[in-house]
């Protein structure tokens, strides 16, 4: 192996408040995220009108963090990281670069796939910034990624990737330290009585029946960072961000934060365990509008875990696996010659 070009994959946002309403219209217009059932022929008009009427509200809330979202920055902080990591792993005998790629704005998977070419990358790994595969998301993102490459005859690149990472050492321990650091936020005298509440972005019910592993790795990773952490504490899962009028996860995680303070729960944490970059659901929906409905039911002291953005443990997690793989794909091959 010469090179490795990687490409971090991800939804993407909005860089401006001009670009909502097209940033809104990309993810309409993907059948992976959503179905328009019988109305399927009309998804692209449905798209239009769907991010037309919605642009203006969803703007507001951008406003409220800064005007965009902040995804692009950091996923590139995530990017820079890895890069050095990787270089650090192989040093001179491998030439690495990070690009990021995003299924509904700039930098798009496409984009990304073009700079490498461009470089003269052939050796190519798919990384998601979802630790937890989905059809809606990292499935969104490989049929992306296949769609393109089979346009250039399925010759440009040899690809490797991973599905999902949702009890990996490092990641596990990136998201405990986050949650000591959360804890910290707590007066010394409340945080033993400080309740966890895990909150990852919901599906349709119906994925779930058909198979999506999502929930369930969901709930594996929630699992295996308690069973760590080896202490007495409160813990709650929940899902938020439902689009729709079809059956989703449950229970919703404004629902779940009202129930815990009416039974007495006054100190919370919301982990946001399937985020690992800010963007709108972790700064805005969790930030700002579950702040105001926890304040209003009844929680004295309420926070937000930051997401894990470039922190150490999960830069770390990313380069196990690409570093990995790509080990056994040389082994693999070696074998063959």
Not at 61 to 87: C, F, H, T, V, W
Request: a neutral charge.
């Amino acid at each position: 192996m010469k090179n490795l070009g990687v490409i971090l994959l991800n939804m993407g946002g909005p860089t401006s408040l001009d670009s909502v309403r097209p940033f809104l219209e990309n993810l309409f217009l993907d059948r992976e995220i959503i179905s328009f059932g019988p109305m399927e022929f009309a998804r692209t008009p449905l798209a239009r009108f769907i991010a037309k009427r919605r642009a203006e509200s969803v703007k507001k809330n951008y406003a409220m963090i800064g005007g965009k979202s902040p995804i692009a920055e950091l996923s590139q902080q995530q990017a820079l990281a890895l890069q050095d990591r990787l270089k650090g792993h192989y040093g001179d005998a491998v030439r690495v670069r990070v690009e990021v790629g995003f299924s509904y704005w700039h930098p798009f998977i496409r984009e990304a796939m073009e700079a490498l070419q461009r470089d003269g990358y052939d050796r190519i790994f798919l990384m998601p910034l979802y630790p937890h595969y989905s059809k809606t998301t990292t499935g969104s993102c490989f049929k992306t990624w296949r769609d393109l490459h089979r346009a250039r005859g399925n010759r440009a690149f040899k690809v490797q990737s991973v599905k999902a990472y949702p009890v990996e050492d490092a990641f596990i321990r990136a998201l405990n330290r986050r949650i000591d650091e959360g804890l910290a936020r707590f007066p010394a005298e409340r945080r033993a009585r400080v309740t966890l509440l895990f909150s990852a972005h919901g599906t349709p019910v119906s994925l779930v029946e058909e198979g999506d592993p999502y929930s369930h790795q969901i709930r594996a990773t929630m699992q295996e960072v308690m069973r760590r952490r080896e202490e007495q504490r409160d813990y709650h899962l929940s899902f938020q961000s439902k689009v729709g009028p079809a059956k989703w996860l449950t229970p919703d995680t404004v629902e779940k934060t009202r129930e815990l303070a009416a039974t007495g729960v006054r100190d919370l944490l919301v982990v946001p365990i399937a985020f690992v970059t800010d963007h709108i659901e972790t700064l805005h929906e969790l930030g700002i509008e579950l702040r105001e409905d926890a304040e209003e039911a009844g929680i004295e002291h309420f926070e937000v875990m930051p997401a894990l953005n470039d922190a150490e443990e999960y830069i770390e997690a990313l380069a196990g696996q690409i570093i990995a793989r790509m080990r056994r794909r040389e082994e693999l091959e070696n074998t063959r010659t």
